[in-house]
């Protein structure tokens, strides 16, 4: 299975980004679906959660910001930030919880897409 994150790149201040997840390969379902993201000399921090049915939670930071969505017929989770602030340039993940038949669940992360925003 493999977790392939796009979307990110240079935008300046108050500007948007939507990013995309897609998760690839031996997939019978995916259940929740999140972003986190890491910023240089910083700890991750979970930015959002989906869960299949589509109860949604965020960081405190992003609530109102940020909206996580999902499309369980593509397993493809969204990130749609609105209003970005130069303290959310960080590299952004997917993560996963990948089902490979009914009873069989792993954890998946992706590689990152870079999100810088400009002052």
């Known amino acids: 299975v493999q977790l392939v994150e796009t979307g990110g790149g240079l935008v300046q201040a108050g500007g948007s980004l939507r990013l995309s997840c897609v998760a690839s390969?031996?997939?019978?379902?995916?259940?929740?679906m999140e972003w986190y993201r890491q910023a240089p000399g910083k700890q991750s921090e979970r930015d959002a959660t989906?869960?299949?049915?589509?109860?949604?939670n965020y960081l405190r930071s992003v609530e109102g910001r940020f909206i996580i969505s999902r499309d369980n017929a593509k397993n493809t989770v969204y990130l749609q930030m609105n209003s970005l602030k130069t303290e959310d340039t960080a590299v952004y993940y997917c993560?996963?919880?990948?089902?490979?038949?009914?009873?069989?669940?792993?954890?998946?992360w992706g590689k990152g897409t870079l999100v810088t925003v400009s002052s």
């Open positions: 993560r996963a919880d990948v089902l490979h038949s009914a009873n069989y669940e792993y954890e998946y």
């Open positions: 390969g031996d997939v019978f379902g995916v259940n929740d």
């Open positions: 989906i869960e299949r049915g589509g109860n949604t």
